[in-house]
Antibody, heavy 125, light 108 residues
Framework: EVQLLESGGGLVQPGGSLRLSCAAS????????MSWVRQAPGKGLEWVSA????????YYADSVKGRFTISRDNSKNTLYLQMNSLRAEDTAVYYC??????????????????WGQGTLVTVSS | EIVLTQSPATLSLSPGERATLSCGAS???????LAWYQQKPGLAPRLLIY???SRATGIPDRFSGSGSGTDFTLTISRLEPEDFAVYYC?????????FGQGTKVEIK
């Protein structure tokens, strides 16, 4: 069974930093691109960032480009999201999601399945 | 980026009724790369439909998807009590992938 378990959320002041982790199991982690998707309280879904299976290619939404960095450690089956210069509008539940198979440094058009349970990031003074 | 507009915002129906949810795209969605997700309060979204009309593993056949180009539909043939939730469409044919704002299916 595929499982994704996020951690690292919490309360941080504006301008601060936080690193999220997503521990994956039940599939060959290095063969799949992965993404982060967020949901502000009471709002809809927003794709944030993606990374290829090898980690060689990364992708970002304009809203986080230059502030967030996605990475992965395939030896630990773990996905990360380093978030710097955080703003109030970054407050959201952050979900880790698995994309389609694409072995290597590639990313193919893909639905998101499954989703982790999410971790809440609150940016407030 | 492609903007997805879902209608209606809220659908009030009774168990056993048919639900029809719409998702309109501002540009044609490449290769019908459109998905539907269900989200219940406090839980993560769950994939229902991908590639516009393919049901995800374990999804009951009362859920069906159709459409192409700029107009897509999710149909729930007979609503069960557990189907009352928020539904989102997503396009993944163009970067960045985008989501609709959601349709809430509530008990009438």
């Amino acid at each position: 069974e595929v499982q994704l378990l996020e951690s690292g959320g919490g309360l941080v002041q504006p301008g601060g930093s936080l690193r999220l982790s997503c521990a994956a199991s039940g599939f060959t982690f290095s063969s799949y691109a992965m993404s982060w998707v967020r949901q502000a309280p009471g709002k809809g879904l927003e794709w944030v960032s993606a990374i290829s299976g090898s980690g060689g290619s990364t992708y970002y939404a304009d809203s986080v480009k230059g502030r967030f960095t996605i990475s992965r450690d395939n030896s630990k089956n773990t996905l990360y999201l380093q978030m710097n210069s955080l703003r109030a509008e970054d407050t959201a539940v952050y979900y880790c999601v698995k994309e389609a198979y694409c072995g290597g440094d590639c990313r193919t058009p893909s639905e998101f399945d499954p989703w982790g349970q999410g971790t809440l990031v609150t940016v407030s003074s | 980026e492609i903007v997805l507009t879902q209608s209606p915002a809220t659908l009030s129906l009774s168990p056993g009724e048919r639900a029809t949810l719409s998702c309109g795209a501002s540009q044609s969605v490449s290769s019908s790369y459109l998905a539907w997700y269900q989200q219940k309060p406090g839980l993560a979204p769950r994939l229902l439909i991908y590639d516009a009309s393919s049901r995800a593993t374990g999804i009951p056949d009362r859920f069906s998807g159709s459409g192409s180009g700029t107009d897509f539909t999710l149909t729930i043939s007979r609503l069960e009590p557990e189907d009352f939730a928020v539904y989102y469409c997503q396009q993944y044919g163009s970067s960045p992938q985008t989501f609709g704002q959601g349709t809430k299916v509530e008990i009438k």
